[in-house]
């Protein structure tokens, strides 16, 4: 069972490190700052990140922190395929091991052991359905269940900043990506530039928006314009902006060859900063209504009053937080056992949280606990 106490902790630091890359544009300033935090603040001994080259057969070594700060030497141009670095983004499969010295593929055996470097993680870095780059990490200790599922989505985090600071100026047309993020172009315009069959439709006045949660609307549209959707319109409400489309089922890539969604990474990260990503079909299975709910300020969406929530239930959620039982937390505050679920169930309304680890999460994020 995963510590959602250390998971949350986890999470609540891979936001701040989302934070400092939001809305830069130097690809190699992201990586740097990635692997810097890496080092830091996972306490990792080694972190590298490698970035596809234009012409894909290779990835150039952007960004080294910890034993190896250099970009040079024999890994700063990996061909595609080669190594486990090249085999990763060659596969596009992430490789874990906790037991790196023992490996067959290791090309300096030696250096792993007088280093101790007993945890290796390789993830490929994915962004428009297509590898941009690697990174690598490595550690003195085995990687824990909590931090693969933190670099999970820190990768998810790095793949989409990196993209954007690729892809943005281009894929907008003839929108200038400084005036942009200087919101000199409303949001509205580049979305509506980006749809060739339907006409976007604005509901509610635009409101300053995030890089991130802008560049999540834009891959959105981006996706809808490649599914012919005839239907689109853009919705600023009080608390979260919303994308939603209608799309033809029969359309060749509402999924992809291997049955995959197109929204998966977008999904994915959606999640993760408090979004909400629907789909529905109607009843004849003809059509897909899509929409994606996004919070103005990610994670921090959610203005709560810091006497929103009860001192008992405050009591509750940071023993819940601490990995208690309700049985064990009834037992600490010396109330029954329905006294705590009563609370919990009041406290989960009140963050607005689908389940305790939401609940928790939350909590976290609004300096409850």
Same mark, same amino acid.
């Given at each position: 069972?995963?510590?959602?106490?250390?998971?949350?902790?986890?999470?609540?630091?891979?936001?701040?490190?989302?934070?400092?890359?939001?809305?830069?544009?130097?690809?190699?300033?992201?990586?740097?700052?990635?692997?810097?935090?890496?080092?830091?603040?996972?306490?990792?001994?080694?972190?590298?990140?490698?970035?596809?080259?234009?012409?894909?057969?290779?990835?150039?070594?952007?960004?080294?922190?910890?034993?190896?700060?250099?970009?040079?030497?024999?890994?700063?141009?990996?061909?595609?395929?080669?190594?486990?670095?090249?085999?990763?983004?060659?596969?596009?499969?992430?490789?874990?091991?906790?037991?790196?010295?023992?490996?067959?593929?290791?090309?300096?055996?030696?250096?792993?052991?007088?280093?101790?470097?007993?945890?290796?993680?390789?993830?490929?870095?994915?962004?428009?359905?297509?590898?941009?780059?690697?990174?690598?990490?490595?550690?003195?200790?085995?990687?824990?269940?909590?931090?693969?599922?933190?670099?999970?989505?820190?990768?998810?985090?790095?793949?989409?900043?990196?993209?954007?600071?690729?892809?943005?100026?281009?894929?907008?047309?003839?929108?200038?990506?400084?005036?942009?993020? @200087?919101?000199?172009?409303? %949001? !509205?315009?580049?979305? &509506?530039? /980006? +749809?060739? *069959? $339907?006409?976007?439709?604005?509901? @509610?006045?635009?409101?300053? %928006? !995030?890089?991130?949660? &802008?560049? /999540? +609307?834009? *891959? $959105?549209?981006?996706?809808?314009?490649?599914?012919?959707?005839?239907?689109?319109?853009?919705?600023?409400?009080?608390?979260?902006? $919303?994308?939603?489309?209608?799309?033809?089922?029969?359309?060749?890539?509402?999924?992809?060859?291997?049955?995959?969604?197109?929204?998966?990474?977008?999904?994915?990260?959606?999640?993760?900063?408090?979004?909400?990503?629907?789909?529905?079909?109607?009843?004849?299975?003809?059509?897909?209504?899509?929409?994606?709910?996004?919070?103005?300020?990610?994670?921090?969406?959610?203005?709560?009053?810091?006497?929103?929530?009860?001192?008992?239930?405050?009591?509750?959620?940071?023993?819940?937080?601490?990995?208690?039982?309700?049985?064990?937390?009834?037992?600490?505050?010396?109330?029954?056992?329905?006294?705590?679920?009563?609370?919990?169930?009041?406290?989960?309304?009140?963050?607005?949280?689908?389940?305790?680890?939401?609940?928790?999460?939350?909590?976290?994020?609004?300096?409850?606990?």
């Amino acid at each position: 069972m995963l510590d959602s106490a250390q998971l949350i902790f986890d999470l609540q630091k891979v936001n701040t490190t989302s934070k400092r890359i939001s809305g830069c544009l130097d690809t190699t300033a992201i990586a740097q700052e990635i692997t810097e935090a890496l080092i830091h603040d996972f306490h990792c001994v080694f972190a590298r990140i490698w970035l596809t080259e234009p012409d894909g057969a290779s990835l150039k070594l952007v960004a080294s922190s910890g034993l190896h700060t250099s970009t040079n030497g024999s890994f700063a141009r990996v061909p595609m395929g080669a190594y486990k670095v090249g085999k990763i983004a060659q596969s596009c499969i992430p490789f874990l091991s906790n037991h790196l010295a023992n490996e067959t593929w290791v090309k300096d055996r030696d250096w792993a052991i007088a280093n101790n470097i007993r945890g290796f993680a390789g993830y490929p870095l994915v962004g428009h359905d297509r590898v941009i780059g690697v990174l690598a990490v490595f550690s003195d200790a085995p990687f824990v269940a909590e931090f693969l599922e933190v670099l999970q989505v820190l990768c998810m985090a790095v793949a989409i900043a990196i993209d954007a600071a690729r892809q943005l100026p281009s894929e907008t047309n003839t929108v200038n990506t400084t005036q942009f993020l @200087g919101d000199q172009i409303p %949001l !509205s315009d580049v979305l &509506a530039r /980006l +749809l060739t *069959r $339907t006409k976007l439709t604005l509901i @509610g006045t635009e409101k300053k %928006l !995030s890089p991130t949660i &802008a560049y /999540l +609307l834009i *891959r $959105t549209t981006e996706i809808f314009n490649r599914l012919s959707c005839n239907y689109c319109r853009l919705i600023y409400a009080e608390m979260s902006v $919303t994308i939603e489309a209608i799309v033809e089922t029969s359309s060749p890539e509402v999924f992809n060859t291997d049955g995959r969604s197109p929204f998966k990474e977008i999904e994915f990260l959606a999640h993760h900063i408090g979004g909400e990503f629907r789909s529905q079909s109607s009843i004849n299975k003809s059509i897909l209504q899509i929409s994606l709910q996004l919070p103005y300020d990610g994670f921090q969406s959610i203005k709560l009053n810091k006497h929103l929530l009860s001192e008992r239930e405050k009591e509750i959620i940071s023993l819940l937080a601490q990995g208690l039982r309700d049985r064990d937390i009834a037992e600490e505050l010396h109330i029954s056992e329905s006294t705590v679920k009563f609370h919990l169930n009041g406290t989960l309304h009140k963050l607005n949280a689908k389940n305790r680890y939401q609940a928790i999460y939350q909590a976290t994020v609004q300096g409850f606990i």
